[in-house]
Structure formats: C-alpha cells, structure tokens
C-alpha cells in the first residue's frame, strides 16, 4: 500500500507565502487530496487534484493555494500564499478515497 512523506511548511507571517509537499512510495492513486488539521479541529480537506490536473479547492483558501502534482516524482505539491493565521494546521497529503495510513504531516504557522 503506498505511503505518503509530507514536508516543506515551516513559520510565516500574515500575508506571507509558505509550501508543503508530498512524497508518495509508489505510483500517485488517481485523486490525491491535501488536507489540514488545526489545534482542537477535525481534519479538513483543502484541496485535491485528479490525474487530469482538475483541481478543486475549499472556499477558504480559493484564489490563495495552488495544489499540483508530478507523476513522474510521484509528488503532491501545495503552494500557499496570502496567508492567514487561521491557515496554521498540520497538513496533510491522502487519496480519495483515503488510504488509512497517513503520514506525519508538515506543520504550517502563521503568526506575526
């Protein structure tokens, strides 16, 4: 079953621009999907992109992250920009439908 490594992320400041990213062990599933996880929060589904490049995003950060992927790397990428502080999550790559493991995530701070 493929596995997923996520990284990148790291502190910004409001309005500032960061990136995560998402190594897969095998081939990418079809549709893969970033998602976020904030303090005392349910896991959320931010963005996700099909084999075609079709993506779709939740209304929150429409028009601020960019979500692509390399098949050739097997890579899932997120770019964020205008970010805000409600922004700050743990980040998350999975399939849809999700693969139960999941990775460690990559923590994305937004603070002045």
């Known amino acids: 079953q493929v596995r997923f490594v996520e990284f990148g992320g790291g502190l910004a400041q409001p309005g500032g621009s960061l990136s995560v990213a998402c190594a897969a062990s095998?081939?990418?599933?079809?549709?893969m999907a970033w998602y976020r996880q904030a303090p005392g929060k349910q896991r959320e589904l931010v963005a996700s992109?099909?084999?075609?490049?079709?993506?779709t995003y939740t209304d929150s950060v429409k028009g601020r992250f960019t979500i692509s992927r390399d098949n050739a790397k097997a890579v899932v990428s997120l770019q964020m920009s205008n970010l805000k502080p409600i922004d700050t999550a743990v980040y998350y790559c999975?399939?849809?439908?999700?693969?139960?493991?999941w990775g460690r995530g990559a923590q994305v701070t937004v603070s002045s």
């Open positions: 999975n399939s849809i439908p999700l693969i139960p493991k």
């Open positions: 992109i099909g084999g075609s490049n079709t993506a």
């Open positions: 095998g081939a990418l599933p079809d549709v």
